[in-house]
């Protein structure tokens, strides 16, 4: 992409960040905003030289808040801030999640209530621009204000720590020399509004939106494929019964199927059909749109987030002063990724149901365990035990995590969203959820062709977009006709789930 994204703390979408997170898209601060970065941090001057107390200004931060240091000690505080915040715990955090750190910590600093040195904001453009990625740990924040991980990018401004430039993990110095960047000298505030933002947790929502919003699209296509192997009633995904309901998700789960489905066998009547599927499939596009509805939530205070301060003080340069703040409070985002990770725990369930359904001719109709050679060939009979696994780990992450909090620095800090943690485990269920819908597509797959050998004409009328769907990943997996390691099919259904492949299938079939 080309075009360059003009930041200026208030017009951030999402689809603007996925672009400058996945598609390396360039960014450039909005000059019209930096005499109001200048104005904010003017205040801060203004505030020291007449001696008033400023938390993180002229006094220490957390239980720290009354400990008071002279002008003279700026520049040495702020670099032992970063120093002594740089807390974080392996794993590192992906080359994407420190792009959406960079890039939302950037545009809500240019909100003007920071008081960062703009010349600190132009490293933030540059590192983006350039491939500058600080080696920032994924574990250790609590979600307010994500000090102990954002640090570590801090760490790199000041020329310290490892960075990934060019896909290779050097010392940040030496990417920055090899850039004709110096490291950046602090001053006032610098330090805190460097380390103290939200940005960390919220990254991680950046990758669950995106992450949950392709998971959506393909569950429902999965699920459609395998509507196909059962033989089931398209009834519970029309129009009207959905429409006269009024749940947004639900709506549009239900009409991404039709379309899916058009063309297929499954229009033409059929004696045999059941008159209801159980729930599992009868509800499924309700279901995944109880995930959307979740994830609109999300979406919608994660962009109000992105695109405001958090910063603690919070500069109100048109009064000339600071205010303390509770800004940094991030529940309402953290409660919706809580929601979320629900959600998805309960389409997990579904195509766990669906699995067990698939396999028994009570409901299909076809050989216990699809299998295409009774007793010769076993199948997807223990496979189960694979499936209830991964769903039980889904219920166990989908535990709250906002509740679970500790008080902490001497009791000043006796609050806690967990923003960061909720993220870190949802993104581990949509992960499981990857290799419990490549399963899926294994078991769809298998009794879609086994309906088709029934059939006299041995054809068998797929929808516009289940139809290139099976056919992408019969690429490669292959129709399961005598028993193998079925360890491989799963890694390999999984890779081309994550990769994209079967994405692509579908929204290439989708707009055909």
Same mark, same amino acid.
Request: net charge negative.
């Given at each position: 992409?080309?075009?360059?994204?003009?930041?200026?703390?208030?017009?951030?979408?999402?689809?603007?960040?996925?672009?400058?997170?996945?598609?390396?898209?360039?960014?450039?601060?909005?000059?019209?905003?930096?005499?109001?970065?200048?104005?904010?941090?003017?205040?801060?001057?203004?505030?020291?030289?007449?001696?008033?107390?400023?938390?993180?200004?002229?006094?220490?931060?957390?239980?720290?808040?009354?400990?008071?240091?002279?002008?003279?000690?700026?520049?040495?505080?702020?670099?032992?801030?970063?120093?002594?915040?740089?807390?974080?715990?392996?794993?590192?955090?992906? $080359?994407? *999640? @420190? &792009?959406?750190?960079?890039?939302?910590?950037?545009?809500? +600093?240019? /909100?003007? =209530?920071?008081?960062?040195? #703009?010349?600190?904001?132009?490293?933030?453009?540059?590192?983006?621009?350039?491939?500058?990625?600080?080696?920032?740990?994924?574990?250790?924040?609590?979600?307010?204000?994500?000090?102990?991980?954002?640090?570590?990018?801090?760490?790199?401004?000041?020329?310290?720590?490892?960075?990934?430039?060019?896909?290779?993990?050097?010392?940040?110095?030496?990417?920055?020399?090899?850039?004709?960047?110096?490291?950046?000298?602090?001053?006032?505030?610098?330090?805190?509004?460097?380390?103290?933002?939200?940005?960390?947790?919220?990254?991680?929502?950046?990758?669950?939106?995106?992450?949950?919003?392709?998971?959506?699209?393909?569950?429902?296509?999965?699920?459609?494929?395998?509507?196909?192997?059962?033989?089931?009633?398209?009834?519970?995904?029309?129009?009207? $019964?959905? *429409? @006269? &309901?009024?749940?947004?998700?639900?709506?549009?789960?239900? +009409?991404? /199927?039709? =379309?899916?489905?058009?063309? #297929?066998?499954?229009?033409?009547?059929?004696?045999?059909?059941?008159?209801?599927?159980?729930?599992?499939?009868?509800?499924?596009?309700?279901?995944?749109?109880?995930?959307?509805?979740?994830?609109?939530?999300?979406?919608?205070?994660?962009?109000?987030?992105?695109?405001?301060?958090?910063?603690?003080?919070?500069?109100?340069?048109?009064?000339?002063?600071?205010?303390?703040?509770?800004?940094?409070?991030?529940?309402?985002?953290?409660?919706?990724?809580?929601?979320?990770?629900?959600?998805?725990?309960?389409?997990?369930?579904?195509?766990?149901?669906?699995?067990?359904?698939?396999?028994?001719?009570?409901?299909?109709?076809?050989?216990?365990?699809?299998?295409?050679?009774?007793?010769?060939?076993?199948?997807?009979?223990?496979?189960?035990?694979?499936?209830?696994?991964?769903?039980?780990?889904?219920?166990?992450?989908?535990?709250?995590?906002?509740?679970?909090?500790?008080?902490?620095?001497?009791?000043?800090?006796?609050?806690?969203?967990?923003?960061?943690?909720?993220?870190?485990?949802?993104?581990?269920?949509?992960?499981?959820?990857?290799?419990?819908?490549?399963?899926?597509?294994?078991?769809?797959?298998?009794?879609?062709?086994?309906?088709?050998?029934?059939?006299?004409?041995?054809?068998?009328?797929?929808?516009?977009?289940?139809?290139?769907?099976?056919?992408?990943?019969?690429?490669?997996?292959?129709?399961?006709?005598?028993?193998?390691?079925?360890?491989?099919?799963?890694?390999?259904?999984?890779?081309?789930?994550?990769?994209?492949?079967?994405?692509?299938?579908?929204?290439?079939?989708?707009?055909?």
């Amino acid at each position: 992409m080309d075009d360059i994204l003009l930041l200026n703390g208030k017009e951030l979408t999402l689809e603007d960040l996925f672009s400058v997170v996945y598609h390396r898209r360039k960014v450039k601060i909005n000059p019209e905003v930096i005499p109001l970065v200048d104005r904010a941090r003017q205040v801060l001057f203004d505030m020291a030289a007449s001696g008033k107390p400023v938390y993180g200004l002229n006094h220490g931060v957390g239980w720290n808040k009354d400990r008071e240091f002279s002008q003279d000690f700026f520049e040495q505080y702020n670099r032992n801030l970063i120093n002594s915040h740089s807390l974080g715990v392996a794993p590192f955090a992906s $080359v994407e *999640e @420190v &792009r959406a750190m960079m890039c939302i910590r950037l545009n809500t +600093a240019l /909100c003007g =209530r920071t008081g960062i040195s #703009s010349s600190i904001l132009k490293m933030y453009e540059e590192f983006l621009n350039r491939g500058i990625h600080p080696r920032a740990l994924r574990r250790g924040a609590v979600g307010e204000g994500d000090v102990s991980t954002m640090s570590l990018i801090g760490q790199a401004i000041i020329g310290q720590g490892e960075v990934e430039y060019h896909g290779e993990i050097v010392p940040a110095i030496d990417a920055l020399h090899a850039e004709g960047m110096e490291p950046a000298i602090l001053g006032p505030k610098d330090g805190l509004s460097i380390v103290s933002s939200n940005a960390q947790g919220e990254s991680m929502v950046v990758l669950l939106v995106k992450e949950v919003e392709d998971l959506i699209k393909l569950s429902n296509a999965v699920y459609c494929l395998h509507l196909e192997g059962l033989n089931g009633g398209l009834q519970p995904l029309g129009e009207r $019964v959905n *429409e @006269v &309901r009024g749940l947004p998700g639900q709506i549009h789960c239900a +009409a991404e /199927c039709r =379309r899916f489905l058009e063309g #297929s066998y499954l229009e033409q009547p059929d004696s045999k059909r059941a008159l209801q599927d159980p729930l599992s499939f009868r509800c499924a596009a309700a279901i995944n749109g109880s995930v959307y509805d979740a994830l609109d939530y999300v979406k919608k205070f994660l962009a109000l987030q992105i695109n405001r301060t958090d910063d603690n003080p919070c500069i109100l340069y048109e009064e000339g002063t600071t205010s303390v703040s509770p800004n940094f409070e991030v529940t309402t985002l953290s409660l919706g990724v809580d929601m979320l990770a629900s959600a998805l725990c309960h389409m997990s369930h579904a195509i766990t149901n669906r699995l067990y359904k698939i396999v028994d001719p009570g409901f299909t109709g076809l050989t216990r365990f699809l299998t295409p050679h009774e007793v010769k060939t076993i199948a997807f009979s223990t496979i189960q035990k694979t499936i209830a696994a991964l769903d039980a780990e889904n219920r166990w992450l989908s535990n709250t995590t906002t509740a679970d909090i500790t008080s902490f620095a001497n009791g000043i800090e006796d609050h806690a969203s967990n923003l960061p943690l909720a993220g870190l485990r949802s993104l581990r269920i949509v992960d499981n959820i990857r290799y419990m819908l490549g399963i899926e597509m294994m078991h769809a797959a298998q009794a879609v062709e086994m309906r088709r050998d029934l059939r006299a004409d041995n054809l068998l009328k797929l929808g516009k977009v289940t139809g290139p769907l099976k056919n992408a990943y019969r690429q490669t997996i292959l129709y399961y006709d005598t028993d193998r390691n079925l360890s491989i099919d799963i890694e390999k259904s999984y890779q081309v789930i994550k990769n994209g492949t079967l994405l692509k299938a579908v929204e290439e079939a989708e707009g055909a």
